[in-house]
């Protein structure tokens, strides 16, 4: 339950658990362990948020703004850190149960979007708890999540993490629950299907020339993918201009197909989305503000690059990927470096449309990842 209302949103009566719950599992935590040792992970993480606060609240008082969402966040975020910590230093040695637990949570995840598709009463329900505040949309579905994207990809991370076991342990990739997994990509957003095109595009590729698997099998899937990718961006972006009539003409189901999918997908042309809507408030900064931050939450763009410039400057942003890569430096070479690799690679894309390192589920998952990648790997060898 712990695990559950840590990574995903959940609120009662519009009040988020996590105000409640995290205090409560800190102070727990420092009064059952005073004399705990601290990881070099967990003191990197420590100084860069306690930064950020300071930094923020810094920026706050300069250009007398009242906007104290990157403060409130980074401490969300401490307290989630020190939560994180007490629970898997309580469960140190049960690392599988754990990491089965974070699986079956987000297959549940996953299995809620697929019921709430067909039915509506569900899905009210879920949305009575995981604070999502904007308009439903048919075909489309939230989970345990508090918006589409961050839903979707909270479980293409777990798809990409599977294949990487698969992989390792030259299993059959696609079972009952993988498949529920891949189903439920598909009724969040159209941003979610193209990573897991991606995705699975990068896993026919180290198969077919890294492990030398040459069926025929393998150009027809990735020609296959390839197709639907295009086709995807194609009809829903109409990009490029033109084709998506052409697409129609060829195969003429693919229109109806875009006229069911109409009501819950926007149809705007590629240049308003990215440069008309997205990228002009950057361009609305003075240099002061470029390189510091306005200490201001964005409005009218969804990129994650643009409003953490927005909000804590160059500086601010180039201490959060800094701080990223020396996670990457430092992590032990077991399972679950390749894991956070994979994560951070993957939240790379993701924030392009959305803000998820360091955000509510981004940032939880990312800790979990990097107390496991820390473990020596004699104790993981059993998963």
Same mark, same amino acid.
């Given at each position: 339950?712990?695990?559950?209302?840590?990574?995903?949103? /959940?609120?009662?009566? =519009?009040?988020?658990?996590?105000?409640? $719950?995290?205090?409560?599992?800190? *102070?727990?935590?420092?009064?059952?362990?005073?004399?705990?040792?601290?990881?070099?992970?967990?003191?990197?993480?420590?100084?860069?948020? @306690?930064?950020?606060?300071?930094?923020?609240?810094?920026?706050?008082?300069?250009?007398?703004?009242?906007?104290?969402? &990157?403060?409130?966040?980074?401490?969300?975020?401490?307290?989630?850190?020190?939560?994180?910590?007490?629970?898997?230093?309580?469960?140190?040695?049960?690392?599988?149960?754990?990491?089965?637990?974070?699986?079956?949570?987000?297959?549940?995840? +996953?299995?809620?979007?697929?019921?709430?598709?067909?039915?509506? &009463?569900?899905?009210?329900? *879920?949305?009575?708890?995981?604070?999502?505040?904007?308009?439903? $949309?048919?075909?489309?579905?939230?989970?345990?999540?508090?918006?589409?994207?961050? +839903?979707?990809?909270?479980?293409?991370?777990?798809? %990409?993490?599977?294949?990487?076991? /698969?992989?390792?342990?030259?299993?059959?990739?696609?079972? /009952?629950?993988?498949?529920? $997994?891949?189903? +439920?990509?598909?009724?969040?957003?159209?941003?979610?299907? =193209?990573?897991?095109?991606?995705?699975?595009?990068?896993?026919?590729?180290?198969?077919?020339?890294?492990?030398?698997?040459?069926?025929?099998?393998?150009? @027809?899937?990735?020609?296959?993918? @390839?197709?639907?990718?295009?086709?995807?961006?194609?009809?829903?972006?109409?990009?490029?201009? =033109?084709?998506?009539?052409?697409?129609?003409?060829?195969?003429?189901?693919?229109?109806?197909?875009?006229?069911?999918?109409?009501?819950?997908? %926007?149809?705007?042309?590629?240049?308003?989305?990215?440069?008309?809507?997205?990228?002009?408030?950057?361009?609305?900064?003075?240099?002061?503000?470029?390189?510091?931050?306005?200490?201001?939450?964005?409005?009218?763009?969804?990129? =994650?690059?643009?409003?953490?410039?927005?909000?804590?400057?160059?500086?601010?942003?180039?201490?959060?990927?800094?701080?990223?890569?020396?996670?990457?430096?430092?992590?032990?070479?077991?399972?679950?470096?390749?894991?956070?690799?994979?994560?951070?690679?993957?939240?790379?894309?993701?924030?392009?449309?959305?803000?998820?390192? /360091?955000?509510?589920?981004?940032?939880?998952?990312?800790?979990?990842? $990097?107390?496991?990648?820390?473990?020596?790997?004699?104790?993981?060898?059993?998963?």
């Amino acid at each position: 339950m712990i695990l559950l209302i840590t990574i995903f949103d /959940f609120s009662i009566l =519009g009040f988020d658990i996590k105000i409640i $719950l995290l205090p409560i599992l800190v *102070l727990f935590y420092i009064t059952s362990k005073p004399q705990k040792q601290f990881s070099r992970t967990f003191f990197i993480l420590l100084i860069y948020l @306690l930064f950020i606060i300071f930094y923020s609240f810094l920026i706050q008082l300069l250009l007398r703004t009242n906007n104290l969402f &990157e403060v409130l966040r980074s401490i969300r975020s401490l307290l989630s850190l020190l939560s994180l910590t007490y629970i898997y230093d309580s469960f140190k040695n049960k690392t599988l149960i754990i990491i089965q637990t974070f699986k079956f949570l987000i297959f549940l995840h +996953a299995l809620s979007i697929i019921i709430s598709i067909f039915s509506p &009463e569900f899905e009210n329900l *879920l949305v009575s708890f995981n604070n999502y505040s904007k308009e439903q $949309l048919p075909l489309r579905s939230t989970g345990f999540s508090s918006g589409y994207d961050d +839903a979707g990809f909270i479980i293409i991370l777990l798809i %990409s993490f599977q294949i990487i076991d /698969f992989i390792n342990k030259k299993k059959s990739f696609f079972n /009952f629950n993988n498949l529920v $997994l891949i189903i +439920a990509v598909f009724f969040t957003s159209r941003f979610n299907m =193209g990573i897991l095109f991606v995705v699975f595009l990068v896993k026919i590729f180290y198969e077919f020339f890294y492990l030398k698997k040459r069926s025929i099998f393998y150009p @027809l899937t990735m020609t296959f993918v @390839l197709f639907l990718l295009i086709t995807m961006i194609s009809i829903t972006i109409d990009y490029p201009k =033109g084709f998506r009539e052409i697409l129609f003409e060829i195969v003429p189901p693919l229109e109806n197909a875009f006229l069911s999918i109409s009501s819950s997908y %926007s149809d705007y042309g590629i240049y308003n989305y990215i440069i008309g809507q997205h990228i002009e408030p950057l361009f609305k900064l003075n240099l002061i503000e470029f390189v510091f931050g306005k200490g201001l939450r964005v409005s009218g763009s969804d990129i =994650g690059y643009i409003k953490s410039i927005y909000s804590i400057g160059l500086i601010g942003t180039f201490t959060q990927y800094l701080v990223i890569y020396f996670f990457t430096v430092f992590s032990k070479k077991n399972k679950f470096y390749y894991y956070l690799i994979t994560f951070i690679l993957l939240s790379l894309i993701i924030e392009v449309k959305m803000q998820f390192l /360091f955000s509510s589920g981004g940032f939880e998952i990312m800790v979990i990842l $990097l107390l496991f990648s820390n473990q020596e790997s004699k104790q993981l060898n059993v998963l």
